[in-house]
C-alpha cells in the first residue's frame, strides 16, 4: 500500500471515529460543555544521534508551559510526545514519520504538531496534515530549513506538499538558501579557501545545502567538485584520497551527523590532515551533537547555524533568564540552540491556540490566514519581535551565525549578514 493511500485510509477512520464520538469535538473537549483541553504534539527523532537534541527541545517546551501554567488562554495545554526515528535507523525514519502522521490525525485531542527536525520527515507528514478532514492540522517547525517546504524550489513545490491548496506549515527558522550562501561567503572573505570539496549525505536536507553552498561559492571563484556520501560505508578513504590528489583545501559536509558523519569526519582529518590544514565546514546539521563536539577530528570546524547561538540568545533578559530557569532544573544548559527555537515554535502554536475556537481548523487558520500571529520581543524566547507570514509560513527573524568547535564545545564566532 502506498503512503498516500494508506494516509488518506487513516484520515478516513478518525474521521469516523470523531462522527461517532458524539460527546467529544475535534478539541478532545466535550461538546456544548466549555471544556478546554488540547494536545500539541512534539514529533522528533528520540532515537540516535539527534536524541540529545531531541531531549533537550522536550524538555525546554515542557519547562516553558510549565511556567505559563500549562494554558493558552482558557485552553488547558498539554504536550504528547512522538518519536521520529527508530533504534535499527539511528535517525529518523520515512516509515515513522508516516506512522506518526496518520497518528495525530486519529488522535482527537490533538490540535497541532510542533516538528520535524528533518526536513525529509516533514516533506511525509505535512500533506497528510494537510488532508485531515476537521483540519488542515497545523504543523510549526523548529528546525525545517529545505526552503521547498514554503517557496518556490523544486519541481512542484511548495504546492505539492499541501493538496488541499491550503497552508498548514511554519517554521521559526530561516531556510538553505541563505545558510548555504553564507557558509560560502564565509568561506572565501574569513578562511580565504580556493578548492572545496562538497558532499552531501543524498537526503533532501543534504543535497539542498551542499548546492546553495556550491552555487554561490562557485560564483565566489572558489573552484568546487561535488561528491555524495554513503551513510553505510565502513570508511571514506576513496572518496578523500581523491581529494587529497585534487589538492583541495576545504569539505563541505552537506548533511546530519547521524548518517555516519563521525566517521566521515575522522577519515577526513586522517588523510587531509586537521582543520587548520584542510577547513572542515558544515551546515546545521551538524550543530547540537555532543558526541560530534568531542571528537579530536571536530576541533576547528566551522559550522553555520540558521538562528542564534545560545550565547548570543541569552543576551536577551528574557532568554537568559529561561536558560537560568533551564539550567537549576536539568542541571546542564540545553544541548543544541534548537532547544530555544522548540520553544519559539511552541509559542507561535499557543497563541494560534488562545485566539482559536479549539478546533484543528480554527488554530491553523490564525497562523496561516488573515494577519497571521505574532509573538512580542517582551514575551519571545528568540528575545525579538517574531512574526509568522500567513501567506507562506515563513518567520520574519532571518539570522544566521558562524560557530566554531572549540575544546569540545560550540563557540559562536559571529553573527553572519543575510543579503
Known sequence: MNRRIKALTVLAAAAATAVAATACDSSGGESGSGTTEVVVG???????????????????????????????????????????????????????????????????????????????????????????????????????????????????????????????????????????????????????VKNCLVL?????????????????????????STAAWDAKATNYNALFNKAKTDGVDCVFTGGVFDNNGGQLVKDKVRILGDNKTVKLIGPDGMVGYPEFDKMPEAEGAYQTFPGLGLSDLAKSSVTGKFLADYKTKYGADPASPYALYGVQALQVILAAIEKSDGTRKGVTEQVLSGTGVSVPASTAILGKDIKIDPATGDVNAIDMTIQTITGGKETTVKAWPVA
Not at 209 to 215: N, P
Open 200 to 224: 552531501d549525505d543524498t537526503e533532501t536536507y543534504g543535497k539542498g545545502v551542499a548546492k546553495q553552498f556550491a552555487d554561490e561559492a562557485t560564483k565566489q571563484g572558489i573552484k568546487i
Open 42 to 192: 512534539v514529533d522528533l527523532p528520540f532515537q540516535g544521534s539527534s536524541k540529545d537534541a531531541s531531549d533537550s527541545t522536550w524538555n525546554a517546551m515542557s519547562l516553558y508551559l510549565e511556567q505559563v501554567g500549562n494554558k493558552a488562554g482558557k485552553y488547558k495545554v498539554t504536550l504528547k510526545k512522538y518519536d521520529d526515528s527508530t533504534a535499527a535507523a539511528g535517525k529518523w525514519d520515512a516509515a515513522q514519520c508516516t506512522k506518526n502522521a496518520n497518528d495525530h490525525v486519529a488522535n482527537t485531542s490533538e490540535v497541532a504538531v510542533m516538528g520535524t527536525y528533518n526536513s525529509g520527515c516533514a516533506q511525509l507528514q505535512i500533506p497528510v496534515l494537510n488532508q485531515d478532514p476537521s483540519g488542515p492540522m497545523l504543523m510549526v517547525s523548529h528546525a525545517n530549513t529545505n526552503p521547498g517546504l514554503t517557496k518556490t524550489w523544486d519541481t512542484g513545490e511548495p504546492g505539492k506538499w499541501y493538496p488541499t491548496n491550503k497552508r498548514n506549515y511554519a517554521r521559526v527558522v530561516t531556510t538553505d538558501d541563505y545558510q548555504g550562501k553564507a557558509a560560502a561567503q564565509m568561506a572565501i572573505k574569513d578562511l580565504g
